[in-house]
T-cell receptor
Framework: AQSVTQPDIHITVSEGASLELRCNYS??????LFWYVQSPGQGLQLLLK??????LVQGIKGFEAEFKRSQSSFNLRKPSVHWSDAAEYFCAVGRLSGNTPLVFGKGTRLSVIA | DAGVIQSPRHEVTEMGQEVTLRCKPISGHNSLFWYRQTMMRGLELLIYFNNNVPIDDSGMPEDRFSAKMPNASFSTLKIQPSEPRDSAVYFCASSTTGAQEKLFFGSGTQLSVL
């Protein structure tokens, strides 16, 4: 069965510092990978997705993620964090074929300090 | 487009009462998903529909939960009778062709069962 693990429940970084959020997946087929962000009181918003091709994908708000098949990872990065990036971040895995819905990780809460 | 619209935003009810959550997907989207979010279990898929037809309801906790999609522009999630452990944020999401595509989330309904 497919699963997504986000090892870090909560991360605190200083504004301007770099960020990396970890995501590991377990999937029997070629995975399609997503990162979503949830601001307080809001629903989830897609940051970026990986289907195929270049393993480094760019998303909105200056985020990027790198797919590493050998490590079953899809870590999210940002070179310089802004206070407005404080939110909950969810990694998800799915596949193109069939009617299989996305499987979400439990999320990583990001706090940004001055 | 107004996005996915959920109502109510907040619901407080007493144990044993019936609760109905409502969702209007984005026009033209043919897949609709109901998720439940709690601190302990994260984001769980309850049920999803393709073209108004329920595809997978294996995530529905028990018979107290039911969901309908009478037409392409409306869905309900009903809990009867409600219990305190049902307290959570319930999200509706829609997409164009299925789980692998970009999900658009509503702002959620915060349910508190006393």
């Amino acid at each position: 069965a497919q699963s997504v693990t986000q090892p870090d429940i909560h991360i605190t970084v200083s504004e301007g510092a770099s960020l990396e959020l970890r995501c590991n997946y377990s999937y029997g087929a070629t995975p399609y990978l997503f990162w979503y962000v949830q601001s307080p009181g809001q629903g989830l918003q897609l940051l970026l997705k990986y289907f195929s091709g270049d393993t480094l994908v760019q998303g909105i708000k200056g985020f990027e993620a790198e797919f590493k098949r050998s490590q079953s990872s899809f870590n999210l990065r940002k070179p310089s964090v802004h206070w407005s990036d404080a939110a909950e971040y969810f990694c998800a895995v799915g596949r193109l074929s069939g009617n299989t819905p996305l499987v979400f990780g439990k999320g990583t809460r990001l706090s940004v300090i001055a | 487009d107004a996005g996915v619209i959920q109502s109510p935003r907040h619901e407080v009810t007493e144990m044993g009462q019936e609760v109905t959550l409502r969702c209007k997907p984005i026009s033209g989207h043919n897949s609709l998903f109901w998720y439940r979010q709690t601190m302990m279990r994260g984001l769980e898929l309850l049920i999803y529909f393709n073209n108004n037809v329920p595809i997978d309801d294996s995530g529905m906790p028990e018979d107290r939960f039911s969901a309908k999609m009478p037409n392409a522009s409306f869905s309900t999630l009903k809990i009867q009778p409600s219990e305190p452990r049902d307290s959570a944020v319930y999200f509706c999401a829609s997409s164009t062709t299925g789980a692998q595509e970009k999900l658009f989330f509503g702002s959620g309904t915060q349910l508190s069962v006393l």
